[in-house]
């Protein structure tokens, strides 16, 4: 069981928006920033979001995240097919010196 | 262009010990940006940080597999390693090695969001 909650599954229809929630506590997001990643099956993951809302060179503004007190959230508006893929969240905690890894929540596109 | 190379046995016995390691190209590992460090899937399941090292030598290990890890780092070669032991089925999973980026909170530093990954490399844990 991941410190970070996030939900299994979501789903929306294409050119619609999606939102990613990831849940944790004042040792870990409430005080420290929160990263989002998505992998690809047989793929390794990728950086999608860094320091809370971030965007890496080359990630489209259809990505976006937030933070408020202790849960994060990645929204992805405009839907595509090409965005169905796993999406994790993560940050590091105070009390465990450790990065922690949510359990992951498979996006998919109706 | 940075890149991180994970080279190892594709195939380790229960109860032996786990080695891989991770060659960085296209940039230097003796920098004070950034930590090194090392993540596993196993199949069908999320990702588990294992640990991470910064070029000085300093670490960083997930608690529930600590008693069982190291990480080097060999500044000369621009590689790090990861060894595991006691290894068990358990241990069965795609691994990754991946540079930590530096963020700052209340004047402390944390490397925490990972922005370059490895290919990843398969490791069957099996007589």
């Known amino acids: 069981q991941s410190v970070l909650t996030q939900p299994p599954s979501v789903s929306a229809a294409p050119g619609q928006k999606v939102t990613i929630s990831c849940s944790g506590s004042s040792s870990n997001l409430g005080n420290n920033f929160v990263s989002w990643y998505q992998q690809f099956p047989g793929t390794a993951p990728k950086l999608l979001i860094y320091d809370d809302n971030r965007r890496p060179s080359g990630i489209p503004d259809r990505f976006s995240g937030s933070k408020s007190g202790a849960s994060a959230t990645l929204g992805i508006t405009g839907l595509q097919t090409g965005d169905e893929a796993d999406y994790y969240c993560g940050t590091w905690d105070n009390t465990l010196s450790a990065v922690i890894l949510g359990g992951g929540t498979k996006v998919t596109v109706l | 262009q940075l890149q991180l190379q994970e080279s190892g046995p594709g195939l380790v016995k229960p109860s032996e010990t786990l080695s891989l390691t991770c060659t960085v190209s296209?940039?230097?590992?003796?920098?004070?940006?950034?930590?090194w460090g090392w993540i596993r899937q196993a199949p069908g399941k999320g990702l588990e940080w294992i640990g991470n090292i910064f070029y000085r030598g300093n670490t960083y290990y997930n608690p529930s597999l600590k008693s069982r890890v190291t990480i080097s780092i060999d500044t000369s070669k621009n590689q790090f390693s990861l060894k595991l032991t006691s290894v068990t089925a358990a241990d069965t999973a795609v691994y990754y090695c991946?540079?930590?980026?530096?963020?700052?909170?209340?004047?402390?530093?944390?490397?925490?969001?990972?922005?370059?990954w490895g290919k990843g490399t398969t490791v069957t844990v099996s007589s």
């Open positions: 991946a540079r930590h980026g530096r963020q700052v909170v209340r004047a402390r530093y944390y490397y925490s969001y990972i922005d370059v």
């Open positions: 296209g940039g230097s590992i003796s920098t004070s940006s950034y930590y």
